[in-house]
């Protein structure tokens, strides 16, 4: 009976003729099979909700609850391109040449532990201050650039001044 169930799902899925399903639970080895070998179909299981949407967004899908529930403008169709690459010891998913993408991911790398923690620190503050000039483009000079400007500014007016006694 389960075995039943399993493949009416995956034809619901396979009517569609997506090239990739996502999930955010799991997907049992029989459906895993039936997809691969009915479609060509591969499965990535297991996203995080976040992630999910952002992937929604970039291919323009729409994330459904039930297989029975698809319909062809559910398929995303803006994503160029899919591939799996090993980095390291993991496999990441990559999702490029998008028609109008709406989303990112930064895969960052570092020797350890501690300086992976501390690029991602830097590159949260950056994304933050970029975030901020667009929202509000106005700057002030940090990093001692407004007391530099004061002392070249005090050395061009104390030329001008006569000596003090």
């Known amino acids: 009976m389960e075995e039943t169930e399993v493949l009416k799902m995956c034809e619901h899925i396979l009517r569609l003729k997506p090239d990739v399903v996502i999930t955010e639970k799991g997907v049992s080895d029989i459906a895993q099979h039936f997809l691969l070998k009915n479609g060509n179909v591969s499965c990535i299981r297991r996203v ?6 952002r992937i929604s967004r970039v291919t323009g899908a729409t994330i459904v609850n039930r297989p029975e529930e698809l319909q062809e403008s559910d398929v995303g169709t803006e994503c160029g391109l899919f591939e799996v690459k090993k980095i390291g010891d993991d496999y990441f998913s990559f999702m490029t040449e998008c028609k109008k993408p709406k989303a990112c991911s930064i895969v960052l790398r570092g020797a350890s532990k501690d300086v992976l923690n501390e690029i991602e620190r ?4 950056a994304l933050g201050v970029a975030r901020n000039v667009i929202q509000n483009p106005r700057l002030v000079p940090g990093g001692g650039a407004l007391e530099m400007e ?5 050395n ?5 001044v006569e000596g003090i006694h």
Request: glycine letters at 0%; a neutral charge; hydrophobic letters at 25%.
């Open 48 to 53: 995080r909700k976040t992630d999910n949407n």
């Open 122 to 125: 830097n590159l949260h503050d």
């Open 150 to 154: 004061l002392s070249c500014r005090l």
């Open 156 to 160: 061009e007016i104390a030329t001008t």
